[in-house]
């Protein structure tokens, strides 16, 4: 599946529209051209509708909202379920902010994501309205049980794949559920990763559905963070990682894959 996937982006480099924060915008336009889409990261009110209806996949990030942000989000999600965009949906802060958990609803209802991705602490706040947690980081005292049972529920209430990353990633969408183990705990040390991981499933669902633009994703982000994992500190390690995104073949990823599904 991976071959198919990113041979087929090579060949037809499709455009893929973020709408993000600027804390990750950088790492999440080269995380796309790493593996030859094209990036558009275009959040102006008077421009999203135009080019969301141009791209071939949509990526919406509620981190760091502005008031400018969270009107072209609204309009780029009418805009993708009108056209039928594929659409990825990033849940950042959801889990500590009310206004972020009601503009994901928003999106869900008019864009109809396909794959909706959050740290666990966000796909259990997604779920419950009574959770919160503090900050954007996930609750470390969450089970992969509990959060795998808000993700199914969730994945069958929206039609929607669910990312839940976290030490063990797990991809559902509520028929098929697989736990990645890829990635190592280096990946927490330079701010951007989860934004990351969703371009990269972003770049991935304009040539793949749901759960496989999510399982492959999560599995290629977590072996480039193996693979970039260096001594040497955080700076390093972040352009080991882009530099393992750019070279990575189809190969190493499938010998290198720790993806199972769960019967």
Do not use: W
């Not at 972020?100 to 419950?128: T, W």
């Not at 005292?141 to 063990?168: D, F, H, M, R, W």
């Not at 977590?222 to 693979?227: R, T």
């Amino acid at each position: 599946m991976i071959d198919d996937i990113l041979k087929k982006i090579k060949e037809s480099n499709p455009l893929i529209h973020c709408i993000t924060n600027p804390i990750s915008i950088r790492e999440c336009a080269n995380v796309i051209l790493s593996v030859g889409a094209r990036p558009i990261m275009a959040e102006h009110p008077d421009e999203v509708e135009t080019v969301t209806k141009s791209a071939e996949a949509l990526l919406i990030n509620l981190g760091n909202l502005t008031e400018a942000r969270a009107s072209a989000i609204r309009i780029s999600a009418v805009t993708a379920g009108k056209n039928n965009i594929p659409a990825v949906l990033d849940l950042c802060g959801v889990a500590c902010l009310s206004n972020r958990r009601e503009l994901a609803l928003f999106v869900i209802e008019n864009a109809k994501p396909q794959v909706i991705k959050g740290n666990y602490s966000e796909i259990k706040a997604l779920f419950c309205e009574a959770y919160s947690s503090s900050g954007v980081d996930a609750d470390v005292s969450l089970q992969e049980c509990e959060v795998l049972e808000s993700a199914n529920k969730l994945a069958k209430k929206y039609n929607s794949t669910i990312l839940a990353s976290g030490k063990i990633d797990i991809i559902t969408d509520g028929n098929k559920t697989f736990f990645c183990e890829n990635g190592t705990p280096q990946l927490a040390t330079i701010t951007g990763t989860g934004c990351m991981q969703g371009a990269l499933c972003a770049a991935f669902l304009s040539k793949a559905d749901g759960i496989d633009a999510a399982k492959e994703a999560a599995a290629m982000f977590g072996i480039c963070g193996e693979i970039a994992a260096t001594p040497l500190g955080s700076g390093s390690f972040e352009a080991n990682l882009l530099d393992a995104l750019s070279v990575i073949d189809a190969d190493e990823i499938r010998r290198r894959t720790k993806l199972t599904e769960k019967k």
